[in-house]
């Protein structure tokens, strides 16, 4: 049984911070690259940051500067701290864990609202 379970969606003024998280369960969660994706209504779901298991980070550029993804291996967890939201960052929250020709799993998605 595989599960990714996100948490610390809510709603949120503009200029506002929140943290999510995410814990796997079911993988080998060392070996896996763990993302954060989000779609918006009415728009293609995209990448917003990517830990591999060595630990290198990508962010897309409409997050740099302001969000910031870790992982802690001993806990299965991977977190996306979100700092200086803004509307446009209003989206379905998605994690997903990748094992390169063996596995890829989401997350049900935690809802994130940015009011201004």
């Known amino acids: 049984q595989v599960q990714l379970v996100e948490s610390g969606g809510g709603l949120v003024q503009a200029g506002g911070s929140l943290r999510l998280s995410c814990t796997a369960s079911?993988?080998?969660?060392?070996?896996?690259?763990m993302s954060w994706y989000r779609q918006a209504p009415g728009k293609q779901r995209e990448l917003v940051a990517v830990?591999?298991?060595?630990?290198?980070?990508n962010y897309a550029d409409s997050v740099k500067g302001r969000f910031t993804i870790y992982r802690d291996n001993a806990k299965n967890t991977v977190s996306l701290q979100m700092d200086s939201l803004k509307p446009e960052d209003t989206a379905v929250y998605y994690c997903n864990a990748y094992r390169r020709d063996w596995s890829n799993y989401w997350g049900q998605g935690t809802q994130v609202t940015i009011s201004s």
């Open positions: 079911g993988i080998i969660f060392s070996m896996n690259a």
């Open positions: 830990i591999s298991s060595g630990g290198s980070i």
